[in-house]
């Protein structure tokens, strides 16, 4: 599986991104997609997940009530709505798919696919 991840940029704070993946390769038929990010000093964390089959949607605190991850079954997409971005959202931000258990979905060495990542900068 391939993902190519697209829609990073530059925002002020209080603005709204939209991150966008598509998986190609094979037909991501199963398991979870999702992000993850990585400031500059700071280890890569979980943003959200998606299980591909039910839709159940999984957030990190940081970023509840904020941003929105949606899948298209059709396309082989994911998505991530980012709105009221703060400077702390500020990352580079990797799409991921993989099967991890339910207990692990947060963490970054249950997903074996990784895209290239996109810049997210928020300026206060």
């Known amino acids: 599986v391939q993902l190519q991840a697209s829609g990073g940029g530059l925002v002020q704070t209080g603005d709204s991104l939209r991150l966008s993946c598509a998986a190609s390769?094979?037909?991501?038929?199963?398991?979870?997609m999702g992000w993850f990010r990585q400031a500059p000093g700071r280890e890569r964390e979980f943003v959200a997940a998606?299980?591909?089959?039910?839709?159940?949607?999984y957030y990190a605190d940081s970023v509840k009530g904020r941003f929105t991850i949606s899948r298209d079954k059709a396309k082989n997409t994911v998505d991530l709505q980012m709105n009221s971005l703060q400077p702390e959202d500020t990352a580079i931000y990797y799409c991921?798919?993989?099967?991890?258990?339910?207990?692990?979905?947060?963490?970054?060495?249950?997903?074996?696919?990784w895209g290239q990542g996109t810049q997210v900068t928020v300026s206060s």
């Open positions: 998606i299980r591909w089959n039910g839709g159940i949607a």
């Open positions: 991921v798919a993989g099967e991890p258990a339910l207990s692990a979905t947060r963490s970054p060495t249950s997903y074996r696919h």
């Open positions: 390769g094979r037909t991501f038929s199963g398991g979870t």
